[in-house]
C-alpha cells in the first residue's frame, strides 16, 4: 500500500507527443518531488514544491515542465521528448521540513520511441 | 555536489547470512542519511534514517546502520537474512537542500 499514486503506470509516446504524469499524495504532506530513475544511473532529482512553490529546479530541460496546483497534486508535463528521457519517474512527497523522510510513489516508467 | 557511492552491485548470500552493504558519500558538513529498500514489484520504502544523536540507527526488519562521521560512511547490517529480504537497497544522503542524493544500488538476492 502507498499513500502517493502515480498515474499512468507505463507510457509509451513518439517523440512529438505531448503528455502528462500525475502524481497524488494522500498523507497530509506539503512538499512534493519528481525524480529520474534511468538505467544504470542513480535516482536524481528533477524538481521540488513545497507549498506548491517550486523550490528547487535541477538543471532539466525545458521539454520537462512541472505543475503543482496545490499541496497533493503534482504533474510533470512532457513534450517533444528525447529517446533518452526514457526512464522512470518516480514521485516523492513529505513534510516541508527536510528533517522528514520522503515517501515514494510506484513509479512511471516512460518509453519514449 | 554529493556523490554516494554503494561500493556492492550485486550481492548473493544464503539465508542466515551475515549482511553489511556498505554506503560513503563524498561531501560532509550536516547530513541526514537514510536507506531505503524496494522488494520485487513494490515502491521505495523507507527502513532506516539518521538525523542526529546516536550514530548506531535501528530501522524495520532488524536492520542497523552506524554513521562513521569520520569515514563518511553509513554502512547497513543485519545479523540474518532472510529470504524475504531480496531486495534493492538505496543508500541516500541530505545536505542543506530538499533532494536526496542516491547512490545506484545493491541488488541482495537471499538463496533459500
Known amino acids: 500500500e502507498t499513500g502517493v499514486t502515480q498515474t499512468p503506470r507505463h507510457l509509451v509516446m513518439g517523440m512529438t507527443n505531448k503528455k502528462s504524469l500525475k502524481c497524488e499524495q494522500h498523507l497530509g504532506h506539503n512538499a512534493m518531488y519528481w525524480y529520474k530513475q534511468s538505467a544504470k544511473k542513480p535516482l536524481e532529482l528533477m524538481f521540488v514544491?513545497?507549498?506548491?512553490?517550486?523550490?528547487e529546479n535541477n538543471s532539466v530541460p525545458s521539454r520537462f515542465s512541472p505543475e503543482c496546483p496545490n499541496s497533493s497534486h503534482l504533474f510533470l508535463h512532457l513534450h517533444t521528448l528525447q529517446p533518452e528521457d526514457s526512464a522512470l519517474y518516480l514521485c516523492?512527497?513529505?513534510?516541508?521540513?527536510?528533517?522528514?523522510?520522503?515517501?515514494f510513489g510506484p513509479g512511471t516508467r516512460l518509453t519514449v520511441t | 555536489a554529493q556523490s554516494v557511492s554503494q561500493h556492492n552491485h550485486h550481492v548473493i548470500l544464503s539465508e542466515a547470512a551475515s549482511l553489511e552493504l556498505g554506503c560513503n558519500y563524498s561531501?560532509?558538513?550536516?547530513?541526514?542519511l537514510f536507506w531505503y529498500v524496494q522488494y520485487p514489484g513494490q515502491h521505495l520504502q523507507l527502513l532506516l534514517k539518521?538525523?542526529?544523536?546516536?550514530?548506531l540507527v535501528k530501522g524495520i526488519k532488524g536492520f542497523e546502520a552506524e554513521f562513521i562521521k569520520s569515514k563518511f560512511s553509513f554502512n547497513l547490517r543485519k545479523p540474518s537474512v532472510q529470504w524475504s529480504d531480496t531486495a534493492e537497497y538505496f543508500c541516500?544522503?541530505?545536505?542543506?537542500?530538499?533532494?536526496?542524493?542516491f547512490g545506484k544500488g545493491t541488488s541482495l538476492l537471499v538463496t533459500p
Open positions: 539518521y538525523f542526529s544523536g546516536d550514530p
Open positions: 514544491y513545497s507549498l506548491e512553490e517550486r523550490v
Open positions: 561531501y560532509g558538513g550536516t547530513v541526514n
Open positions: 541516500a544522503v541530505q545536505n542543506s537542500g530538499y533532494a536526496l542524493n
Open positions: 516523492a512527497s513529505s513534510q516541508d521540513d527536510r528533517r522528514y523522510e520522503q515517501y
